[in-house]
C-alpha cells in the first residue's frame, strides 16, 4: 500500500480535525480580528469559506486514503428508511418549538410578528444548508464512522460533540454574531447533545449522510426562523433548549445499545476502515479486528 494511503488510513480521525481547524481557523481568525478592530473586508465570503471547512478536510482525507468515489457516493444515497428521513425533518421541529415551549412556561416571551414568514423559508434553507448542513460530510460523513468504530457510537458523539463546539470558537470573538452573546459552555452542552441526536439519525440511516445534512440544515432553518420571536432572556431560551436537546439524549441511550445508539450495525459510511497492515499491498487486509460490530453489508 501506499504510505501515504497507509498514513491516513491509520490517523483519519487527528488528520481530519487538524485540516478541519486550519481551514476554518485561518480564515475566520482573519474576520475575527478584521471585526475587531473596525474593519470588514472579505468579512462574507471568509466567513463562508471558514465553514467548508469540514467538508474540504472529509475530501482530503478520504481522497488520500483512497476511499474518494466510494465516500463522494455515500453523500448522495437517499435510501434511508422513510421512518429516518421523517425524523430527520421533524425533529428539528419538536426541538426547537419544545424549547420555545418550556422558555414560555417559565416565565419568557414570544411574539409570534417576530417569525419569519413561510415566503421565506425556502430561502433560509439554502442559507442554512451552505452555513451549516454541508459541514456534515465531515463530521458524521467521516469523523464519525470512523470513531465510533474505535470507541462505540455515544462515546465518538461527546468526543466529536466537544470537537464541533471547540470549532466554532473564532464566531465568539466577532461582534454581532450570534454565537456572540451566549455562554460557550452553554452552547458547547446543546453541541454535543445535537451531536448524539445525529449520530442516532446517523446510524439509523445506515451511514447515509444526507440525512445528517437535511438534519443540520432544517435544525438551524427552524432556529433562525424562530429566533426573532423570542422576547426575553436569551440565555434562558439557550437553557431550554439545552433541556429539550438532553432529555431526547436521554431517551436515546436509554432505548439503544451506547456502542450504536441505534437498531443496525455499525455504518462504514463509505470508507474501508480495514486497518492496513504495514508493507502489504492489499488495502482490505487487517491486522487485527476492524470494529466493535460487523458493519452492513
Given amino acids: 500500500m ?5 498514513f491516513v488510513r491509520r490517523r483519519r480521525f487527528s488528520t481530519f480535525v487538524l485540516l478541519t481547524f486550519v481551514l476554518t481557523w485561518v480564515p475566520w481568525g482573519i474576520v475575527a480580528v478584521d471585526l475587531q478592530t473596525g474593519r470588514s473586508s472579505f468579512v462574507t465570503p471568509l466567513i463562508l469559506l471558514g465553514g467548508f471547512g469540514p467538508f474540504l478536510a472529509a475530501i482530503v482525507v478520504a481522497a488520500a486514503g483512497g ?23 421533524l425533529v428539528p421541529i419538536v426541538l426547537y418549538v419544545g424549547a420555545l415551549v418550556v422558555f414560555v412556561v417559565f416565565g419568557g416571551g414570544f411574539d409570534r410578528a417576530g417569525v419569519l414568514p413561510a415566503a421565506a423559508i425556502p430561502a433560509i434553507a439554502f442559507a442554512t444548508l451552505i452555513r451549516g448542513g454541508l459541514e456534515e460530510p465531515g463530521w458524521r460523513g467521516l ?25 466554532h470558537v473564532p464566531l465568539f470573538l466577532m461582534p454581532g454574531s450570534s454565537q456572540a452573546g451566549t455562554p460557550f459552555a452553554l452552547y458547547a452542552a446543546v453541541v454535543v447533545g445535537i451531536s448524539v441526536i445525529t449520530t442516532w439519525l ?3 440511516a445506515g451511514g447515509r449522510t444526507l440525512v445528517a445534512i437535511v438534519f443540520h440544515t432544517l435544525s438551524n432553518a427552524v432556529s433562525v426562523t424562530t429566533a426573532g420571536g423570542v ?8 437553557v431550554a433548549l439545552l433541556a429539550v436537546v438532553w432529555t431526547a439524549v436521554v431517551l436515546i441511550v436509554w432505548r439503544y445499545d451506547t456502542d450504536r445508539l441505534s437498531p443496525n450495525p455499525l455504518p462504514n459510511g463509505g470508507l474501508d476502515l480495514t486497518p492496513p497492515v504495514p508493507g502489504s499491498d ?16
Avoid: F, H, K
Fill in 231 to 238: 422576547i426575553g432572556d436569551e440565555v434562558a431560551s439557550q
Fill in 282 to 297: 492489499r488495502a482490505g487486509e487487517a491486522s487485527e479486528t476492524p470494529s466493535r460490530t460487523d458493519s452492513p453489508e
Fill in 202 to 204: 446517523y446510524n439509523a
Fill in 143 to 167: 469523523a464519525l464512522p470512523v470513531l465510533q468504530r474505535r470507541i462505540g457510537a455515544l462515546q465518538a458523539s461527546l468526543v466529536i460533540g466537544v470537537v464541533w463546539a471547540l470549532w
Fill in 2 to 6: 501506499d504510505p501515504l494511503r497507509s
Fill in 67 to 89: 476511499d474518494i468515489r466510494s465516500w463522494l457516493g455515500n453523500l448522495v444515497d437517499v435510501g434511508a428508511p422513510l421512518s429516518v428521513w421523517v425524523a430527520a425533518v
